[in-house]
T-cell receptor, first 116, second 112 residues
């Protein structure tokens, strides 16, 4: 079984600054995806970024980037130029392959507050 | 917003009762996954349905059951409700092995 650990229950950052959220996972699988999801107060889970384990290059999506360290089983999310709308709960998730999308293991989340 | 819709948005039930939650998947999607998210925790995988068949199940008792219809919408049924079943129930739809699953806004279930 896989486990996902997010060791920072809460974080805060000033608007326009950079923040990094941590995630570690444990698995014996070699082929998998990792995700970061954002859950605002509206409750809808939104995909922020994903990383394929076989790709060494770190994924980036605009202001969001990851630092994927496969050997260390670490997958951190960096948010640059933080905006007030980034305030939300962030979840790290793992999905073993091959599988139909949607069958993921989630961490317990980090609540991020962006301060004006 | 995604095209995944869940109903109802909120629900209050009494311990021992039964409940049915519904999920309408996004157009073109044939896979629906259900999650339970307790307050302050991450979502826990309940089960997944693919083309009307159960396609994997998490560590949940048999009183959690599901169904997927020919139009790929889905239901989650919970029998003999317990207080610990109080949670946000999320469904996510996807198209087979496409790696992105789209979530609905969830159903907040309170068991009293």
């Amino acid at each position: 079984a896989q486990t996902v650990t997010q060791s920072q229950p809460e974080m805060s950052v000033q608007e326009a600054e950079t923040v990094t959220l941590s995630c570690t996972y444990d698995t014996s699988e070699n082929n998998y995806y990792l995700f970061w999801y954002k859950q605002p107060p509206s409750r809808q889970m939104i995909l922020v970024i994903r990383q394929e384990a076989y790709k060494q290059q770190n994924a980036t999506e605009n202001r969001f980037s990851v630092n994927f360290q496969k050997a260390a089983k670490s997958f951190s999310l960096k948010i640059s130029d933080s905006q007030l709308g980034d305030t939300a709960m962030y979840f790290c998730a793992f999905m073993k392959l091959p599988t139909n999308a949607g069958k993921s293991t989630f961490g317990d989340g980090t609540t991020l507050t962006v301060k004006p | 917003e995604t095209g995944v819709t869940q109903s109802p948005t909120h629900l209050i039930k009494t311990r021992g009762q039964q409940v049915t939650l519904r999920c309408s998947s996004q157009s073109g999607h044939n896979t629906v996954s259900w999650y339970q998210q307790a307050l302050g925790q991450g979502p826990q995988f309940i089960f997944q349905y693919y083309r009307e068949e159960e396609n994997g199940r998490g560590n949940f008792p048999p009183r959690f059951s599901g169904l997927q219809f020919p139009n790929y919408s889905s239901e989650l049924n919970v029998n003999a409700l317990e207080l610990d079943d109080s949670a946000l129930y999320l469904c996510a739809s996807s198209f087979q092995r496409n790696t992105e699953a789209f979530f609905g806004q969830g159903t907040r279930l309170t068991v009293v």
